[in-house]
């Protein structure tokens, strides 16, 4: 037996499995207590020890997770991976994988990938999280962690605990801060990094009190700290999946069968990407309910941990074309929407869009907005606040297109480059490769040290690298009429 492959953890020894070389996975290895029975609905419970070897040699399955929302943003499939379809699921869900790359002599930057899929679907399993090729690519530890979703994660409960799935994602950074060391890590050196929901989290657990000392940096790729739903929209979400369910107390939500409420959770949410997204509307978010998050996230940045935060340019375009004739809406409607965020003069706004753009669509227009609104204007907000409170913030666009010019720069095109998938959809050219390179530079030298290669980003100069795009750094929000229709936030 390699004496590599046994790691002892401090809730009993793992044995793992050769991985690229002189690489190990280590698969399947619980946090938590499986969260089922009288636990469904409750914080997670730390993983009970066993005395013999366990095999981890094997993925545990996906989180449960079924129909609803808008596909790529909830869907059972992401779009940009056409293999990465999750066919094996449960409610005992709470277990991680860790990739160590060859032996090392000195401790090895750790990544705490957290996955995205709009809250509602998604795994901690390659295909859809390639930890392997992350920690090839990199050269640090990395760690993909399950973590409880839609309903099951987020459903908000007046009484009861909420926000079980970031309560989850707490739990695993305190299984890796306590054990990492043992695989080769750095415990002073993990890096809580994620695309879309994945990234909406971190936004939450930067502020949260429980996760305070469990990780070091922080990378987000299309997400922010903005993903909160009002409390009252997710009471009334709440009311209505027990209506749906029809039970009478919520105590009853734990022997209805797991199937109906995969089924039904979807009923209670949007399946629109404006809808779901701008203020008041439906989907599955972080709650402040004054314990587990007690402010809004972007109030509670502390700035002591360096941020990386970036974009894609088109974020909102593959939502356009998945939904097809369902996203055009006339113009008065999209004037809808940009009021719904406090623009007081939104033909104004889509005159500026349509000149940034040159187009009148429409539907091209409500791309712009909405990739505006939910990603990139945002992110921009997060950065800020992480400068107000001492600390500092780099920022990037990604501008590259993979897959061409009618999906450009979409919302998870970066998944291709920092999990070594462009052969996949044929883009392996040396072009793309360069821009591969150079994601993967910028996360390297900000593993190491917190610095990806380029100056902070200051408000009103060109400080955000463009990664993929004809100038190498950009202002972001570009200086041009949506701006000045747009007024900047606090």
């Known amino acids: 037996m390699d004496d590599r492959l046994v790691v002892e953890t401090t809730e009993g020894a793992v044995r793992g499995v050769a991985d690229d070389g002189n690489g ?7 946090f938590a207590m499986p969260p089922v029975g ?24 996906a989180p449960a997770q079924g129909s609803g929302g808008l596909a790529g943003d909830g ?51 390659p295909p859809y999280s390639d930890g392997s090729a992350l920690s090839r690519l990199t050269g640090a530890v990395v760690v993909t962690i399950n973590y409880r979703l839609a309903a099951l994660g987020h459903l908000f409960l007046e009484g009861w605990s909420s926000n079980l799935a ?12 306590r054990n990492i060391e043992r695989f080769g890590g750095d415990p002073d050196n993990i890096i809580v990094a994620g695309q879309s929901a994945g990234a909406f989290s971190i936004g939450t657990l930067l502020g949260m009190p429980s996760a305070r000392g469990l990780f070091a940096k922080a990378i987000l790729h299309s997400g922010n700290a903005s993903r909160v739903i009002d409390r009252p929209v997710a009471a ?26 995969l089924e039904l959770q979807g009923t209670v949410v949007s399946g629109d990407i404006g809808e779901r997204n701008l203020p008041g509307g439906r989907a599955w978010g972080t709650v402040v309910d004054g314990t587990v998050v007690p402010v809004h996230p972007l109030h509670a940045i502390t700035g002591d941990v360096p941020l990386l935060v970036g974009a894609t340019r088109d974020e909102v375009r593959i939502f356009r074309l998945l939904a097809g004739d369902a996203f055009a809406i006339p113009m008065p409607r999209v004037h809808d929407e940009m009021r719904r965020i406090g623009v007081t003069d939104p ?14 669509d429409p539907a091209d227009v409500r791309v712009a907005f909405l990739s505006d609104a939910v990603y990139r204007r945002p992110a921009i907000d997060l950065v800020r606040a992480q400068l107000a409170a001492g600390g500092t913030a780099h920022h990037f666009l990604l ?31 040396p072009a793309h490769l360069a821009v591969r390179t150079t994601l993967v530079d910028a996360w390297k030298a900000f593993l190491w040290k917190g610095d990806p290669g380029w100056t902070p980003w200051q408000p009103g100069a060109p400080s955000s690298r463009a990664i993929g795009g004809t100038n190498d750094m950009v202002i972001e929000p570009p200086a041009d009429e949506v701006r000045r229709c747009w007024p900047e936030r606090g």
């Open 24 to 30: 190990r996975c280590f698969r399947g290895i619980p």
């Open 38 to 61: 009288d636990l469904r609905f409750q914080p997670p419970q730390p993983a009970p020890g066993w005395s013999d070897i366990r095999s981890a040699e094997h993925y545990s399955p």
């Open 75 to 125: 869907g059972s499939t992401f779009p940009t991976f056409p293999t990465a379809a999750i066919t094996t699921t449960s409610e005992d869900c709470l277990y991680l994988n860790v990739w160590t790359p060859a032996a090392s002599s000195e401790p090895l930057p750790v990544v705490v990938w957290i996955f995205g899929g709009g809250l509602e679907a998604g795994s901690a399993n």
């Open 166 to 177: 970031l309560q989850d994602q707490v739990c695993a950074l305190g299984w890796v801060k």
């Open 236 to 261: 009334a979400m709440a009311a209505d999946l027990l209506d749906a369910l029809r039970v009478d107390e919520p105590e009853q939500l734990r022997t209805v069968p797991l199937r109906s409420i």
């Open 347 to 360: 033909a104004a706004l889509a005159d500026a869009y349509i000149a940034r753009i040159g187009s009148g």
């Open 399 to 429: 501008e590259d297109e993979p897959c061409g010019s009618r999906m450009g720069a979409f919302h998870g095109s970066d998944l291709l480059f920092i999990f070594d998938k462009l052969a996949q959809v044929d883009a392996a050219t």
